[in-house]
C-alpha cells in the first residue's frame, strides 16, 4: 500500500518537477555567468594591482559603477581628482587583456582650484571639473586639437558634459615642465586635458562606448550616484 501512495506522489509531483528544472537551472548558469572564475578577482582588486599607486577608493568605486553600467566594457579610464594636478591621477585599463595602458598627469577646470580641485559642478561656463561616470563618444579635430567627446551619464552631475564641450584633449599646459615653473599644471575650462604626446594613443585607446570615472570624495554624489548604488534607474541611464 505504501509503495503505491509513494508511485502515486511521485507521478503526482514528475511535471512539477519538470517545469522547475529549467527555472532552477537557468538561475545556476547566470550565477556562474556573473561569477569570476577561480583564480581570477573581482575588478576592483584587479585595478589595485595595475595601479598600486592610486587611490584605492577611486578603483573600488570605478570598479563598482563599471559592473553597474556594462560589465563587459573593454577599457576603463579612472581620474582621481582627490589627487593635486603635480600627481600622475589618470589611469587607463585594458579589461579584457589586463593591461594598465596609461599612467599620467590630467588637468581639472579653472574654478576647481589651484593644485588641488575641491569643487565640481554640471554648470555651463563653471570652467568647474565634473565628477561622475562618463561614456566616451567620437574623437574629432577641433580648437584643442585631436579630442574625444563624453557623455555624462549621472543626472545633475555630469549629463551636460557634452553641451559644456567637456573633452579629453591634449595640452601644452600638461607637462612636468610646467608643474616646475609654477607648482601646479595648467588649468582648462572644465576638461581633463592630457600631456600632447600621449593625446592620439591615449584618445584612440579609449574612444566609442568605452568608459571614465572622475572621482572626488563628495559626499552627497557618494550617497545619491544611480551607478554607485546600482539603482533600476542606473540600468536605464547605461542603456540611454
Known sequence: MALRLNVATLLFSLPFILFTLPLHAASFFAQVESTPPRGVLPLHHQLLQLAPQATPAALRLAAQALNCA???????????????????????????????????????????GDAQAKTFSNTPDSHQSSIGLFRTMNSYYGRNGYSLRLEGLEPNVNDLAFERAIVIHGADYVSDAFITQTGRLGRSHGCP???????????????EDQYVFAYYPDAEWLATSAFLGCTAAAAQLARR
Do not use: M, N
Open 70 to 112: 556594462d560589465p563587459t566594457a573593454e577599457r576603463l579610464a579612472v581620474i582621481d581628482y582627490s589627487l593635486p594636478s603635480t600627481e600622475p591621477r589618470l589611469w587607463v585599463f585594458d579589461l579584457r587583456q589586463h593591461e594598465l595602458l596609461f599612467e599620467e598627469l590630467v588637468s581639472h577646470g579653472q574654478g576647481s
Open 193 to 207: 586635458a592630457v600631456r600632447e604626446d600621449v593625446t592620439y594613443p591615449l584618445i584612440d585607446s579609449l574612444k
